[in-house]
């Protein structure tokens, strides 16, 4: 079966600009989490979504948001762009939530210039 | 942040048993212990768990001791492709929690 898909891929942005990043999670799953990960703080969480509801959130300012569709793909948005949010966004899709089987996405690489 | 302590780097000979450590000495009763590892430029890849009885895959063997305190993870035959960072973590099975990496190990399997 199909994995977990993230597009793009690869990402240049300005700095104060807005970015969406998408995520198809596999056929079945119903939550989806994104994780941010940088040289210097490694993998931290950003939010998880079960069923189009936001069920964990991380800490991270309110630039970054997300939604889930009734379909399980999802969207990260982040907003006013800066330095900093240069980083590999990853997807996770699991059936019910991380603490089943979590599959990770190639993620996206934005870089903010 | 993480519960679990990992050496940050560790070195394998090709075809030789590669064994990571981690130790989680603060885990709870109903926690069990995850080994996720990435390979560069990749998404984290599921490896295993348990809960307190060893377990083993067709990827590798997870060796948990019987206080609970530390586990090993064990690649029997350690290739090239095998060169990743190691993510040792400790989580409730049932819930919504979301997985807390730490730094890991990189492992480099050398020819």
């Known amino acids: 079966k199909a994995g977990v898909t993230q597009t793009p891929r690869y990402l240049i942005k300005t700095r104060g600009q807005q970015v969406t990043l998408s995520c198809s999670p596999i056929?079945?799953?119903?939550?989806v989490s994104w994780y941010q990960q940088t040289p210097g703080q490694g993998l931290q969480f950003l939010f998880e979504?079960?069923?189009?509801?936001?069920?964990n959130k991380g800490n991270f300012p309110g630039r970054f948001s997300g939604r889930q569709f009734s379909n399980s793909r999802s969207e990260m948005n982040v907003s006013t762009l800066e330095l900093g949010d240069s980083a590999l966004y990853l997807c996770?899709?699991?059936?019910?939530?991380?603490?089943?089987?979590?599959?990770f996405g190639q993620g996206t690489r934005l870089t903010v210039v | 942040d993480a519960k679990t302590t990992q050496p940050p780097s560790m070195d394998c000979a090709e075809g030789r048993a590669a064994n990571l450590p981690c130790n989680h000495s603060?885990?709870?009763?109903?926690?069990?212990v995850y080994w996720y590892r990435q390979i560069h430029s990749q998404g984290p890849q599921y490896i295993i768990h348990?809960?307190?009885n060893n377990e083993t895959n067709e990827m590798a063997s997870l060796i948990i001791t019987e206080d609970r305190k530390s586990s090993t993870l064990i690649l029997p035959h350690a290739t090239l492709r095998d060169t990743a960072v190691y993510y040792c973590?400790?989580?409730?099975?049932?819930?919504?929690?979301?997985?807390?990496f730490g730094k890991g190990t990189r492992l480099s399997v050398i020819a």
């Open positions: 603060t885990i709870s009763g109903n926690e069990y």
């Open positions: 056929s079945g799953h119903r939550s």
């Open positions: 348990g809960l307190k």
């Open positions: 973590i400790v989580r409730v099975r049932f819930g919504n929690t979301p997985l807390v």
């Open positions: 996770v899709s699991s059936w019910g939530g991380m603490n089943t089987e979590a599959f």
């Open positions: 979504y079960f069923s189009e509801t936001q069920r």
